[in-house]
Structure formats: C-alpha cells, structure tokens
C-alpha cells in the first residue's frame, strides 16, 4: 500500500476529495477500492434523531451548519506549518495505516487541516457528539458513534471494521468529557485487533480565543499561524495483554505531553 501524489485527487466514498492543504506537503492517504466502501459508508451519512425532541433535533441541525461556516471562514486564513510528515510517510511505506490521536480542544483546527481524506473519528453518542459529527461529515469525515462513556464497544467495533476495509481512524483521545488532557485506552484497542500504529497528533496555534468548557476548546483566530505535528508512530503488538495496552496507552500520553510541552 503506497501513498499517492499530493496532486492526484482522489475520489472519497461519500463523493469528495482528498485536497492537500494549501502551500503544505501532507503524504496522501491511499484509499481502498470501490468495493470495501459499503462497509463503512453509514459513518459518513448523519446518524438518526429519533430519541430527541423536537427543539433538540433542530438545535443539532443548526449546530452543524454554524460549526461547518465557523471552520470554513476561519481555516483557510490560517499559516499553516506540518511537522513530522516523514512519521506518516513511514507508515504508508509500512503497507499500514494511522490511528490518529489528538487532544479534544483541538477539533476545530484538526478538522480543517485533515479534511477530504476520509478518516473516521470516534464521536461521542450524545447530543453534543451529534453534531460534531454532522459537522465533521461535511469535511469528508466519517462518524462512527460512541465514546468512553457511551455505546464504546459498538464504536470501536466500528473502527476495527473501518481499518480492515483500508480506512484510517481517529480519536480525541480525552473526549467526550474528560479528564483534560489524559489518554484514555482505545486507541491502543484498535491497534492491537489491526496491527495498525498510533499516530499522536497535535495542532499548535499562535493565536485563538479559549472557551470557558471543560476542555478549554480553541477557536483559531484568523489569520493565526498554525502548526500540524505529527510524533513517532507506536505500536502495539497484536497478541499484546493488558499490561501492553496500558503501556501504549502512557507512550501516547507521553508523545501528547511532550508536543503539548516543546510546542504549545
């Protein structure tokens, strides 16, 4: 499996494309053929509403469409820089693909400097988790439902699903409520059932407004610098124990500590 040039675009299953971003090298994502589409294509259509109430299922709706032109007006004003493209270069070079991790504030600038490249990401099964991921679908993410706290094992059946069909997999790592800041164990799950490497992730901004949540989330300013960083790629053996998963567990928690210690 080799990563295809950054100017080939490549059609993603809900029909969009993979765009680099602006002036940035990102190593392209090799996508999977037609056929292992139908697996995972219910990630990436909005999921149901019915146990909502009325005002709560608008409010969800209005929620995504704010959240989409809140990330469409501000990201494309940002200077970005990418740090660590080799990591992921590497692991395309491996014939495997990346789990990625990052911090929960974080999502707004993740979502725009990864968007179009098809990346299922582990939302929470909540109102709010709705639509965050109304939101992200509409930058080519899928959604796959459920958190630490909430329908985690079907989710991350899931996103074992989404990986065997040849497609990368995602994780805000301390969501959906916390604690600020501390790895929680399932992204070191996945990779233990696909063989697949962690990637620790991190989105540095020089500037953005902190909102008074539990997560301290970041809203870029405009025209703010920003700066993608990609660490060294963790492995988790695939006949690994609890004392393995807990030991890639802390090796994320550190490479998270250490990006958030050098850079923020």
């Known amino acids: 499996m080799h990563a295809r040039p950054d100017t080939r675009p490549t059609a993603a299953p809900n029909g969009r494309y993979t765009e680099p971003a602006k002036g940035i090298r990102v190593p392209a994502s090799p996508l999977p053929p037609g056929d292992a589409h139908e697996g995972v294509?219910?990630?990436?259509?909005?999921?149901?509403?019915?146990?909502?109430?009325?005002?709560?299922?608008?409010?969800?709706?209005?929620?995504?469409?704010?959240?989409?032109?809140?990330?469409?007006?501000?990201?494309p004003t940002l200077r970005w820089e990418f740090r660590g493209a080799e990591h992921l270069d590497a692991i395309y070079r491996s014939g495997r693909l990346p789990i990625y991790c990052f911090f929960h504030n974080r999502i707004l600038a993740t979502t725009w400097f990864w968007r179009r490249r098809d990346i299922v990401v582990m939302t929470s099964k909540s109102f709010d988790g709705e639509w965050i991921?109304?939101?992200?679908?509409?930058?080519?993410?899928?959604?796959?439902?459920?958190?630490?706290?909430?329908?985690?094992?079907?989710a991350l059946i899931g996103l074992n699903r989404a990986m065997r069909a040849g497609f990368e997999v995602a994780f805000t790592v301390d969501g959906p409520k916390g604690p600020l800041y501390v790895v929680k164990p399932g992204?070191?799950?996945?990779?233990?059932?696909?063989?697949?490497?962690?990637?620790?992730?991190?989105?540095?901004?020089?500037?953005y407004w902190e909102v008074g949540s539990w997560d301290r989330f970041q809203i870029p300013k405009p025209f703010s610098r920003a700066m993608a960083i990609a660490a060294p790629p963790i492995d988790v053996g695939l006949n690994a124990d609890d004392e393995g998963l807990e030991g890639?567990?802390?090796?994320?928690?550190?490479?998270?500590?250490?990006?958030?210690r050098l850079y923020d």
């Open 248 to 260: 890639a567990r802390k090796a994320v928690q550190h490479a998270l500590d250490e990006l958030r």
């Open 133 to 154: 991921g109304r939101c992200i679908q509409r930058y080519g993410y899928g959604a796959a439902r459920g958190s630490s706290t909430r329908g985690a094992v079907g």
């Open 187 to 207: 992204p070191a799950s996945v990779a233990r059932k696909t063989g697949n490497p962690i990637l620790p992730v991190s989105l540095i901004l020089e500037k």
């Open 41 to 75: 294509r219910e990630f990436y259509r909005p999921g149901p509403l019915d146990e909502y109430t009325l005002t709560q299922r608008l409010t969800i709706r209005v929620a995504a469409i704010a959240c989409q032109a809140l990330i469409a007006m501000i990201g």
